[in-house]
């Protein structure tokens, strides 16, 4: 039986000093056919460090996480040969080395969400705070109410996840490109409206190498995000309609 292949897919912000080891890193994956890194139109070198790493570069003009999410799955799925995306970071907070745990539960599910609060797999010195660590298990029970029964949810804010191709291929019409830095929780919410399985999936969690720029800046920022989530999920994202 043909082994089970992966199209990795990148999101990069002014990484320039973590690109090229993420893009390696995920190369050197058996598993892995290919990197995609979109860029968030970076003002560094991200683009062209990530090329002459051997990934397949794409730049995103438009400016937020929900675009350069969205710009990734949508290139990703392009490619037929591989039956699964793998959505990840390239500031080296995760490890291509957890894509064998997400496989392995691939064949119950649509969606696997690679979930970084299980403890012992987490690094003490991540940017991911005690208030965040538990206000993503919060919201992501609020999920679990909004759809009771369809899934167990720790981790709203985690980029790293499996997508079987034919399923992104369902979601991807429905999801909104608009949703900035709660775009993780839109995709979620979204693929359950879809009637897509969810599962989660432990994954190790690391410091990520340079500045963080997104939701985890502060416990400020991972607050206003967090309240952008459960907005969202109130209101089906009505705001970005």
Same mark, same amino acid.
């Given at each position: 039986?043909?082994?089970?292949?992966?199209?990795?897919?990148?999101?990069?912000?002014?990484?320039?000093?973590?690109?090229?080891?993420?893009?390696?890193?995920?190369?050197?994956?058996?598993?892995?056919?290919?990197?995609?890194?979109?860029?968030?139109?970076?003002?560094?070198?991200?683009?062209e460090r990530a090329e002459a790493a051997g990934a397949i570069t794409f730049n995103e &003009?438009?400016?937020?996480?929900?675009?350069?999410?969205?710009?990734?799955?949508?290139?990703?799925?392009?490619?037929?040969?591989?039956?699964?995306?793998?959505?990840?970071?390239?500031?080296? &907070?995760?490890?291509?080395?957890?894509?064998? @745990?997400?496989?392995?539960?691939?064949? %119950?599910?649509?969606?696997?969400?690679?979930?970084?609060?299980?403890?012992?797999?987490?690094?003490?010195?991540?940017?991911?705070?005690?208030?965040?660590?538990?206000?993503?298990?919060?919201?992501?029970?609020? !999920?679990?109410?909004?759809?009771?029964?369809?899934?167990?949810?720790?981790?709203?804010?985690?980029?790293? @996840?499996?997508?079987?191709?034919?399923?992104?291929?369902?979601?991807?019409? %429905?999801?909104?490109?608009?949703?900035?830095?709660?775009?993780?929780? %839109?995709?979620?919410?979204?693929? !359950?409206?879809?009637?897509?399985?969810?599962?989660?999936?432990?994954?190790?969690?690391?410091?990520?190498?340079?500045?963080?720029?997104?939701?985890?800046?502060?416990?400020?920022?991972?607050?206003?995000?967090?309240?952008?989530?459960?907005?969202?999920?109130?209101?089906?994202? @009505?705001?970005?309609?």
């Amino acid at each position: 039986m043909q082994r089970r292949r992966v199209t990795v897919a990148l999101t990069a912000y002014n990484d320039e000093e973590s690109i090229a080891g993420a893009v390696e890193d995920f190369l050197l994956h058996p598993l892995v056919e290919r990197v995609i890194v979109v860029s968030n139109n970076s003002s560094d070198r991200t683009f062209e460090r990530a090329e002459a790493a051997g990934a397949i570069t794409f730049n995103e &003009t438009a400016p937020g996480y929900g675009r350069c999410v969205f710009r990734c799955l949508s290139e990703a799925v392009r490619f037929e040969d591989t039956e699964f995306v793998v959505l990840c970071e390239g500031d080296s &907070t995760f490890r291509a080395y957890d894509i064998e @745990k997400l496989l392995a539960y691939a064949p %119950h599910a649509d969606i696997v969400n690679g979930t970084r609060t299980v403890e012992p797999l987490r690094q003490y010195l991540t940017q991911l705070s005690v208030f965040m660590y538990y206000g993503n298990i919060f919201v992501g029970k609020l !999920l679990e109410a909004k759809h009771l029964g369809r899934g167990t949810i720790t981790d709203m804010g985690t980029t790293y @996840k499996l997508c079987r191709r034919d399923a992104l291929i369902r979601l991807l019409p %429905h999801l909104n490109p608009a949703v900035n830095l709660e775009f993780n929780a %839109h995709l979620l919410d979204t693929a !359950l409206y879809q009637d897509l399985v969810l599962l989660e999936c432990p994954i190790t969690f690391h410091p990520r190498i340079g500045f963080s720029k997104g939701g985890n800046v502060d416990n400020w920022r991972g607050l206003v995000v967090g309240w952008r989530m459960i907005v969202g999920l109130v209101s089906d994202w @009505k705001r970005y309609a």
